[in-house]
């Protein structure tokens, strides 16, 4: 059985949009600052994918190949 995982990191981001380390880095950062987390706190793939605008299927397709 896969499971499925609940956090996003930069990595994933870097996959999914094509974007360098850093730019990826900084997206969760602007994203984190939107939904006033809290720098320690993770970022969820589904707060990701509404931020985004991008479908949950691609999303999660992407981060789980």
């Not at 094509?18 to 320690?40: F, M």
């Not at 990701?48 to 299927?57: E, I, K, T, V």
């Amino acid at each position: 059985m896969k499971t499925t995982r609940v956090c996003i990191y930069p990595k994933d981001v870097q996959c999914i949009t094509g974007k360098t380390y850093t730019q990826a880095r900084l997206y969760l950062k602007k994203i984190k600052k939107s939904l006033n987390k809290e720098e320690h706190q993770l970022l969820s793939v589904q707060e990701f994918y509404h931020y985004s605008g991008l479908p949950y299927d691609e999303v999660l397709r992407s981060i789980t190949d």
